[in-house]
């Protein structure tokens, strides 16, 4: 179902994969290791790999959807993000996203929605000058659950004063569009994260969008 745009009255973006691009030097360093008689498509493998890295609890959902664990797989995720150790990781930025916080800066009032701890949420935000277009930085242990329950969405609308349904939640993964859509909000899915068009679909994303800038076009 296509967004309603007059019903936007703030906006609340992942991270990982929608304003921090994939790695895509540890994608090239992992797939000349992997043989092709056992991956048909070793980029494909070798990207799902970075993913268990850098966003585990985004991973281990995706597959428990697929094998019906899913309820389970929540319990884990929750337990990840209050226990995970972060590593000191080299920040990229999806191209042209500063534009395009510039440009929507000051037309709605902006949260981050971060399954990282709030020490790697901000490293990245200061990293890239970014921490002046969002109202609410919202981590991993800033509501008593993480994503894929509605908890940071709820909590981001509060502290910007407005419904959840009147958010729109922007993100790369299941992960992402499930807290969303508990939530009320209305999801965009961005196709240059983890996440895959078939899945984001599947989980009723009300919009698909190549790459997250490409969302200035969608709001006019």
Not at 14 to 24: I, K
Not at 26 to 36: G, M, S, V
Request: aromatic share 8%.
């Amino acid at each position: 179902m296509p967004i309603q745009v007059s019903k936007i009255k703030a906006l609340c973006f992942d991270v990982d994969g929608t304003l921090s691009d994939t790695d895509d030097l540890y994608i090239e360093k992992i797939e000349p290791w992997l043989p092709k008689f056992l991956f048909k498509d070793t980029k494909h493998t070798a990207r799902r790999l970075v993913m268990w890295l850098e966003a585990p609890g985004n991973a281990l959902l995706s597959y428990a959807d697929r094998l019906g664990l899913d309820d389970e797989m929540v319990a884990v995720i929750n337990w990840l993000a209050l226990h995970r150790k972060h590593t000191e990781t080299k920040f990229l930025l999806v191209p042209e996203v500063d534009e395009l916080l510039k440009q929507l800066h000051g037309r709605y009032p902006m949260a981050v929605v971060s399954a990282r701890d709030e020490r790697g949420t901000l490293r990245f935000l200061e990293a890239f000058g970014l921490n002046k277009y969002f109202d609410v930085i919202v981590s991993g242990l800033s509501a008593e659950h993480t994503k894929p329950y509605p908890d940071p969405i709820l909590y981001a609308a509060k502290k910007m004063n407005v419904a959840p349904e009147a958010c729109l939640m922007i993100g790369d993964t299941t992960v992402d569009i499930r807290a969303g859509k508990s939530a009320g909000a209305q999801t965009v899915g961005v196709l240059c994260g983890f996440g895959e068009e078939a899945e984001l679909r599947r989980f009723d994303a009300d919009e698909i969008i190549e790459s997250t800038p490409k969302l200035l076009e969608l709001l006019r």
